[in-house]
Nanobody, 113 residues
Framework: VQLQASGGGLVQPGGSLRLSCAAS????????MDWYRQAPGKQRELVAT??????TNYADFVKGRFVVSRDAKNTLYLQMNSLKPEDTAVYYC?????????WGTGTLVTVSS
């Protein structure tokens, strides 16, 4: 499975962005997909998860602001609203196939006025 994230950029506080993560390869074997982020000097942290049946889960720090979704081609999305400066990070997507994790490239989100 290959993953390519896109959609990052510079946005003002309170603004919105939508990230995408295009999957290719054995996409029909994907059990779950996640968004992670890593801010400068900090550890990578889980942001949101969507499993095969569509159930979603969010980190407390994004609940009510971010929405994760996935389309029929297993393109993963992260709609980010009410962005805060502390959301600044490189965002990564991950796909889980059996016991193997596949990581995508990162996309930088900068929230600043």
């Amino acid at each position: 499975v290959q993953l390519q994230a896109s959609g990052g950029g510079l946005v003002q506080p309170g603004g919105s962005l939508r990230l995408s993560c295009a999957a290719s390869g054995r996409i029909f074997s994907i059990n779950a997909m996640d968004w992670y982020r890593q801010a400068p000097g900090k550890q990578r942290e889980l942001v949101a998860t969507i499993v095969r049946g569509g159930t979603t889960n969010y980190a407390d720090f994004v609940k009510g602001r971010f929405v994760v979704s996935r389309d029929a081609k297993n393109t993963l999305y992260l709609q980010m609203n009410s962005l805060k400066p502390e959301d600044t990070a490189v965002y990564y997507c991950k796909a889980r196939v059996g016991g193997t994790d596949y990581w995508g490239t990162g996309t930088l989100v900068t929230v600043s006025s």
